[in-house]
């Protein structure tokens, strides 16, 4: 948008479409590994694209980071207050909740749970397991790319700084926090982790001691979360039972998950 003066609406899928390519190309190699592993990849990815980016000057203009950059406009109408970018994020958020939830709702959604809740299960009924994590882990990648889009335009600065290690340890918490597998339990997640620094600003020093207590307690005592423990309750789509977090609620039926065992 700077260096080449497009549009923001121009920018928004590019950055998806790069970004998902990046989170394709680092999946290939990596989706045999599970737990730890996989985890300790990513991070260490993470670090050395945002080292690559801090000395890449003629890039990314290094640690002075890239700023000025312009605002979106809709219809003529250029967003400049904090409520415009309000509304620009609900409204782009509200969306990709929407897109998730229909992926989710799919055969393909389902054969994504089957993978996530027993791989050797799924394969014995035709699933891959590595096709299909490869891919979730690349449409993650695409939304990642949207949000670090949201976030260049609403700062109108953006550096490899704004990216550090404790930003994934940030998203990490949200999804523990909120409550694993459920969309609703991100957006719970999200919401608190957002709100609560700036309630608790007089204590700041002791953020990520605090952080780091709270997920190793919810772990321990609440291992789903906040939303994603109590199956059987309202989901925040206003539906009872089918598939909520991953498994068979006693309003589903075998029905919901015929869909499986296509790929």
């Known amino acids: 948008m700077v260096n080449y003066e497009l549009s923001f609406w121009l920018a928004l899928p590019a950055a998806a479409i790069v970004s998902g390519f990046f989170g394709f190309l680092l999946g290939t190699p990596v989706m045999r590994l599970k737990g730890d592993y996989l985890g300790i990849v990513t991070l260490g990815f993470g670090e050395i694209v945002r080292l690559i980016f801090v000395n890449w000057i003629d890039l990314t203009n290094g640690p002075m980071g890239i700023p000025a950059i312009p605002s979106p406009?809709?219809?003529?109408?250029?967003?400049?207050?904090?409520?415009?970018?309000?509304?620009?994020?609900?409204?782009?958020?509200?969306?990709?909740?929407?897109?998730?939830?229909?992926?989710?709702?799919?055969?393909?959604?389902?054969?994504l749970l089957t993978v996530r809740e027993d791989e050797i299960a799924a394969e014995s009924i035709g699933i891959r397991p590595t096709r299909y994590k490869l891919l979730a882990f690349t449409i993650g990648a695409l939304f990642?790319?949207?949000?670090?889009?949201?976030?260049?335009?609403?700062?109108?600065?953006?550096?490899?700084?704004s990216f550090q290690y404790v930003e994934s340890v940030n998203i990490l918490a949200m999804v523990v926090l909120g409550g694993t597998g459920s969309i609703a339990g991100s957006v719970l997640g999200a919401t608190i982790l957002t709100v609560a620094p700036e309630i608790l600003r007089f204590i700041s020093d002791y953020r990520m001691i605090l952080l780091g207590l709270v997920i190793v307690l919810m772990m321990v005592y609440k291992p789903s979360g906040?939303?994603?423990?109590?199956?059987?309750?309202?989901?925040?789509?206003?539906?009872?039972?089918?598939?909520q977090d991953g498994n068979l609620t006693a309003g589903g039926s075998y029905g919901q998950v015929r869909g499986t065992g296509r790929g």
């Open 73 to 111: 406009s809709v219809g003529g109408y250029t967003l400049t207050s904090n409520s415009d970018f309000y509304y620009l994020v609900l409204v782009i958020t509200v969306v990709s909740v929407f897109i998730i939830r229909r992926i989710v709702q799919s055969g393909f959604g389902l054969n």
């Open 144 to 161: 990642a790319g949207v949000a670090g889009a949201l976030f260049a335009v609403t700062a109108m600065f953006v550096s490899p700084d």
């Open 226 to 243: 906040f939303w994603g423990e109590s199956k059987r309750k309202r989901n925040f789509f206003g539906k009872t039972g089918g598939y």
